[in-house]
């Protein structure tokens, strides 16, 4: 006789969803997500929750130059959280992306206040994005030749390099202040706009768009269809296979960050001679954290990454512009973008698992 007890609930991990299926637990958590949001609404702020909704949209919506802040958001934000991306997919967890941006924003700003007096924009910009862009990729590529040379904790390691990171921008601010004594360094070339990026159609935004959109074609291309992009799905699956394939999982990390923090050092000069004009501590603004759940939300998939972008950024600025018509504070804003976050994070456990009810003895003897 078998006395061995059965547990009431089981999980068992299922088997590939079709895309519909899993977009359909997605859809049901959003809808489920609203309805306790609203509910919350209602009990904390007696508020109506369809005005909150319709608030969060004209937050990001509701006029021409909210649709490009929206725009030029979710591109850098995507551009962080692609630079990511193939680190992650290799398993190498580099959080060190608010360091990386930080330290290209740096180089594209020194090189702003530097030459900007000697050399003409078409001279100067390529310089600002080769500096950012090499001091992206170095600052990505100290951890992972440590990774790669001594087997050292990356998660901790490149934490550790956005301090450092920090603390640089910080120092350099002092050094370039202007005006003397005002602890910040305000508008770079104000007067000429030396080393600031075209605008083209008349928008500011356009051009960082379009940057990004392309980074993400290619990066998709990248993971998708060409052999380093294959030996990072090997490497990150399992380095004893990849090993024994006669694939060089050192030189796959160092290659791999070098690319990771070389787009963040690009996404650094966006912001600093597209948008900013300026460099400031913290004008990566957590994004570097941030991508990590754009990243993992979007299955290290570029092109669904393009949506969860969209989502995350959509969820901010509807908080801020709920706290500024309601006059609450925007820890409310926030409160409702974790029920929401909560929520379809959630629904991933349900598409990779399925919960089993322990049948009852009169079932099982039938």
């Known amino acids: 006789m078998n006395n061995q007890k059965v547990p009431l609930i089981h999980l068992t991990k299922r088997k590939a969803l079709p895309w519909y299926a899993a977009f359909g637990i997605r859809a049901a958590a959003i809808v489920l997500a609203l309805i306790v949001c609203a509910l919350v609404t209602t009990l904390l702020t007696g508020e109506n929750p369809l005005q909150i909704y319709a608030t969060m949209f004209a937050g990001a919506f509701g006029t021409p130059r909210k649709l490009w802040i929206l725009g030029q958001q979710i591109a850098i934000l995507l551009c962080i959280a692609l630079a990511l991306t193939p680190a992650f997919k290799m398993k190498y967890w580099n959080l060190g992306g608010e360091g990386q941006v930080l330290i290209g924003g740096l180089a594209a700003a020194a090189c702003m206040i530097l030459l900007g007096k000697t050399l003409p924009n078409i001279l100067l910009i390529p310089i600002m994005l080769a500096a950012s862009v090499l001091a992206g990729a170095v600052w990505a590529v100290i951890p992972a030749l440590f990774k790669a040379k001594w087997n050292t904790n990356e998660t901790l390691f490149t934490l550790m390099m956005n301090y450092v990171a920090t603390q640089l921008v910080a120092f350099f601010i002092i050094v370039w202040e202007s005006p003397k004594g005002s602890g910040k360094i305000g508008i770079i070339n104000q007067a000429t706009e030396a080393g600031w990026l075209p605008i083209i159609g008349g928008q500011k935004y356009l051009l960082n768009i379009l940057i990004v959109a392309v980074i993400t074609a ?149």
């Open 218 to 366: 290619l990066m998709y291309v990248y993971l998708k269809y060409t052999k380093h992009g294959y030996e990072i799905s090997v490497v990150g699956e399992s380095e004893r296979t990849a090993r024994y394939v006669g694939i060089k999982v050192e030189k796959v990390i160092v290659r791999t960050l070098i690319l990771s923090g070389a787009i963040c050092g690009a996404a650094g000069l966006m912001l600093v001679g597209g948008t900013d004009h300026t460099i400031t501590t913290t004008i990566a603004g957590g994004r570097g954290f941030t991508a990590v759940m754009v990243a993992w939300l979007g299955k290290f998939n570029p092109l669904v990454m393009v949506l969860t972008s969209f989502l995350l950024v959509f969820l901010s600025r509807g908080a801020s512009e709920i706290s500024t018509k309601f006059g609450l504070n925007q820890s409310f804003g926030d409160i409702l973008t974790g029920i929401i976050l909560f929520f379809i994070i959630g629904s991933e456990f349900f598409i990779t698992y399925k919960i089993n009810f322990r049948k009852s003895a009169k079932k099982e003897a039938e």
